[in-house]
């Protein structure tokens, strides 16, 4: 190990600091509706910060909008799978994977929508922004008082690990059915949950009813 000034720590020998820069292949944000598209009509979601929860998306508290205002949201972000979404105003850091074509959703200006450089693994990428390290130093960097911001060009300068592509392989190998079986709950959970307040209605004005072998337990 060897302490490295940038970083104020001990990193190991053989690695050293970098910019974030170094892992971003792309980097933009979604689209303000003003002046672009009206929200509150159409079956899409446009997804705020309010609506990125842990690793999930609340979808109940998304706002909606056409197709229309889709694809003009789409040629500004181009979200695709692996791609990672980062709030960027207000709470500074908030996360979501994508780990599924985004056909009927797209993300507010609130937030950026950032792609790993073709030999960096996308869940390396989605851990590394997801660590302690980054989101102290990106909530550092926000602007403002009442309503705090966080630029692209300060974002990207944030120093980090520079890390080999060997070990972050083999890193990936590991996180990457973790991430997956995530994913797989969070789309669970939704389901259950949706079935839970469509049942519950029914439950409690007496249209169902229990099983009596399952009222048992």
Same mark, same amino acid.
């Given at each position: 190990?060897?302490?490295?000034?940038?970083?104020?720590?001990?990193?190991?020998?053989?690695?050293?600091?970098?910019?974030?820069?170094?892992?971003?292949?792309?980097?933009?944000?979604?689209?303000?509706?003003?002046?672009?598209?009206?929200?509150?009509?159409?079956?899409?979601?446009?997804?705020?910060?309010?609506?990125?929860?842990?690793?999930?998306?609340?979808?109940?508290?998304?706002?909606?909008?056409?197709?229309?205002?889709?694809?003009?949201?789409?040629?500004?972000?181009?979200?695709?799978?692996?791609?990672?979404?980062?709030?960027?105003?207000?709470?500074?850091?908030?996360?979501?994977?994508?780990? @599924?074509?985004?056909? &009927?959703?797209?993300?507010?200006?609130?937030?950026? *929508? /950032? #792609?790993?450089?073709?030999?960096?693994?996308? !869940?390396?990428?989605?851990?590394?922004?997801?660590?302690? @390290?980054?989101?102290? &130093?990106?909530?550092?960097?926000?602007?403002?008082? *009442? /309503? #705090?911001?966080?630029?692209?060009?300060?974002? !990207?300068?944030?120093?980090?690990?520079?890390?080999?592509?060997?070990?972050?392989?083999?890193?990936?190998?590991?996180?990457?059915?973790?991430?997956?079986?995530?994913?797989?709950?969070?789309?669970?959970?939704?389901?259950?949950?949706?079935?839970?307040?469509?049942?519950?209605?029914?439950?409690?004005?007496?249209?169902?009813?229990?099983?009596?072998?399952?009222?048992?337990?």
């Amino acid at each position: 190990m060897k302490w490295n000034k940038k970083l104020n720590r001990v990193i190991p020998e053989k690695w050293d600091d970098c910019d974030l820069n170094r892992y971003i292949g792309r980097i933009t944000n979604g689209l303000n509706p003003r002046k672009n598209f009206v929200l509150g009509s159409g079956n899409n979601f446009y997804v705020t910060i309010r609506s990125l929860i842990g690793t999930d998306i609340d979808w109940n508290n998304c706002d909606r909008c056409d197709d229309v205002a889709l694809r003009k949201i789409n040629n500004r972000s181009q979200l695709q799978i692996g791609d990672v979404i980062f709030s960027a105003i207000g709470t500074i850091g908030r996360t979501y994977f994508i780990q @599924e074509e985004p056909y &009927n959703w797209n993300i507010s200006e609130t937030s950026f *929508t /950032l #792609r790993a450089k073709d030999d960096i693994e996308p !869940c390396f990428f989605y851990s590394l922004l997801c660590s302690e @390290e980054i989101q102290k &130093n990106a909530d550092k960097k926000a602007m403002g008082s *009442t /309503l #705090r911001c966080l630029v692209m060009d300060s974002f !990207c300068k944030i120093s980090t690990l520079d890390i080999d592509v060997v070990t972050i392989n083999k890193f990936s190998q590991v996180v990457k059915p973790i991430y997956k079986h995530l994913y797989e709950v969070n789309k669970e959970n939704r389901q259950l949950i949706k079935q839970r307040d469509e049942l519950l209605p029914l439950l409690m004005n007496g249209q169902v009813s229990l099983n009596s072998d399952l009222s048992a337990y």
